[in-house]
């Protein structure tokens, strides 16, 4: 168990305690939290820590939301996951982790997954079908301007392509380190 993995210690040292919602700063660190949750899962999930062992609920529950759906692919692996809160904007994030190095048969179905982002075929994929399914809910159920949609690497390339299929460049998208930049995603 890494200390990455640790709320407490790897976590933002101001938040959630001073959090501004409005303030851009605090919004990035708040979804780079969210991201961080979801490599969390998958660990959690590979690691078999459930309940009081999970090290994952931390890194969202701290701003107030609770898991809704952790978003698995046709293997299992956890890619991304759904949270909400009943109060406030945002209502909901969507968050999508990157590439998994901590096991052998995830970091091989990711490394497909990269080759695939890398030949501009990502949305041919079942996990990114899923994902966007997921992004599709959540404005469905909470309104556009109450999702964020979240990503590092890998998952900002799936955020970033959902966001701009379906939602058209949606204000609160966070982009964590993609692996293209927005001007070659062919929209």
């Known amino acids: 168990m890494s200390d ?6 790897s976590g933002p040292l101001l938040l959630p305690s001073t959090m501004d919602w409005s303030n851009f700063r605090d919004q990035k660190s708040v979804a780079a939290s969210f991201v961080r949750g979801t490599y969390v899962l998958e660990l959690d999930h590979l690691n078999n820590r459930q309940g009081e062992a999970s090290l994952a609920p931390p ?4 701003f107030g939301f609770e898991l809704s759906k952790p978003l698995a692919d046709d293997h299992g692996d956890i890619f991304g996951a759904v ?9 909901c994030v969507v968050a999508f982790r990157g590439t998994n190095t901590k096991d052998i048969p995830g970091f091989v179905t990711d490394s497909m997954i990269n080759f695939r982002i890398w030949s501009y075929t990502l949305e041919e994929t079942g996990r990114f079908e899923k994902a ?5 809910d959540a404005v ?3 309104g556009v301007d109450n999702v964020w949609i979240a990503g590092h690497s890998q998952g900002a390339a799936t955020a970033l392509l959902s966001s701009h299929i379906q939602l058209k460049a949606h204000q609160y998208t966070f982009h964590l380190n993609p692996p293209f930049s927005t001007q070659e995603v062919a929209i």
């Open 83 to 91: 949270y909400h809160r009943n109060q406030h904007q945002p209502s």
């Open 59 to 62: 890194w969202f529950e701290s």
């Open 140 to 142: 469905n159920d909470f």
């Open 132 to 136: 966007l399914e997921a992004v599709l």
């Open 4 to 9: 990455k993995e640790k709320f407490h210690i």
